[in-house]
């Protein structure tokens, strides 16, 4: 099966049958996004997303929401195969992490902006630099309202594919709330290499 082959619904198990798997899919997918995640500074986290992880989000929000209907599950999983990378491209979930209570508002007001312009990218070697495109409607500046969490994608060109095997690959942050860039582990690269291939 492909790393980005859309979820149907007859691959999501269904709720009874789900809790007798739970245990040992969760470990699983843990030790997955742990090789999938990468921490930038203080407050910034990407899970690159791939089938099995967008599947277990799946799972457990129909278990969470009690959700046995058949269309009610597809309504689930039309909202999360946009998660899904297509071939050529890496889909992050950018979660910022506040551990105070009493700091959430003021962090947040300080990473307003982060969904707009170059402010993420990942930098393959010297020659590449892929920007991060983030999913609308998760930031209101009027409002001064932003998530916690962003959908980002970054779509590269064939040549940068083929780079990104080879050279250091850094994920990169530059924003006013947190300037800082990090080197991809070598098992985080090679599970992006298996999205990017599709």
Same mark, same amino acid.
Do not use: P, W, Y
């Given at each position: 099966m492909m790393a980005n082959e859309k979820i149907e619904l007859r691959d999501v198990v269904n709720f009874f049958e789900y809790e007798k798997v739970r245990e040992a899919m969760r470990?699983?997918?843990?030790?997955?996004?742990?090789?999938?995640?990468?921490?930038?500074?203080?407050?910034?986290?990407?899970? &690159?997303?791939?089938?099995?992880?967008?599947? &277990?989000?799946?799972?457990?929000?129909?278990?969470?929401?009690?959700?046995?209907?058949?269309?009610?599950?597809?309504?689930?999983?039309?909202v999360y195969n946009a998660l899904l990378p297509r071939p050529g491209e890496l889909s992050a979930t950018l979660f910022i992490e506040i551990t105070e209570k009493d700091e959430i508002q003021l962090v947040l007001d300080r990473f307003m902006g982060i969904d707009v312009g170059p402010t993420v990218w990942l930098q393959i070697g010297r020659e590449f630099a892929v920007p991060g495109e983030f999913e609308a409607g998760h930031s209101d500046e009027e409002k001064g309202k932003l998530s916690a969490v962003h959908f980002v994608r970054f779509a590269f060109p064939p040549e940068a594919v083929r780079a990104f095997a080879e050279a250091p690959v850094h994920l990169v942050v530059d924003h006013p709330a947190e300037r800082a860039r990090v080197e991809l582990p070598a098992d985080t690269k090679a599970e992006l290499l298996l999205d990017l291939r599709g």
């Open positions: 470990a699983r997918i843990i030790e997955l996004k742990r090789r999938r995640r990468v921490t930038v500074g203080r407050h910034l986290s990407f899970v &690159f997303e791939n089938r099995d992880t967008v599947l &277990f989000q799946i799972q457990e929000m129909c278990r969470v929401e009690r959700i046995t209907d058949d269309a009610r599950v597809q309504d689930e999983l039309d």
